[in-house]
Nanobody, 125 residues
């Protein structure tokens, strides 16, 4: 499975970006699609995920109310709409795919075997 993320860019504080992630295969019920980010000098951080089996969506606390994750199964794509961006959102954003994940595993990057290349998001103050 190959994943490709795109849509990053540079915006000012308060701006918006929409990230997209395309998969080479079909997104199926067993999949969980997630976004992680990594800022320079920091560890990779969970941002959001959607579990296809029950359409449960999870967010890290710092993005709740600002970011929205969605999916389009017909296009094999997931999206991350990012509004009210802050400088601390600056990072390389990666999409990832896991299979048959339980709730306690969703925020852990080790449970995702498939990763796309990152897309840079830069928010200036």
């Amino acid at each position: 499975v190959q994943l490709q993320a795109f849509g990053g860019g540079s915006v000012q504080t308060g701006g918006s970006l929409r990230l997209s992630c395309t998969t080479s295969g079909r997104i199926v019920t067993e999949n969980t699609m997630a976004w992680f980010r990594q800022a320079p000098g920091k560890e990779r951080e969970f941002v959001a995920a959607v579990r296809m089996r029950d359409n449960s969506i999870y967010y890290t606390d710092s993005v709740k109310g600002r970011f929205t994750m969605s999916r389009d199964n017909a296009k094999n794509q997931v999206y991350l709409q990012m509004n009210s961006l802050k400088p601390e959102d600056t990072a390389v954003y990666h999409c990832a795919m896991g299979n048959r994940l339980i709730t306690s595993s969703i925020r852990n990057s080790r449970h995702y075997p498939y990763w796309g290349q990152g897309t840079q998001v830069t928010v200036s103050s």
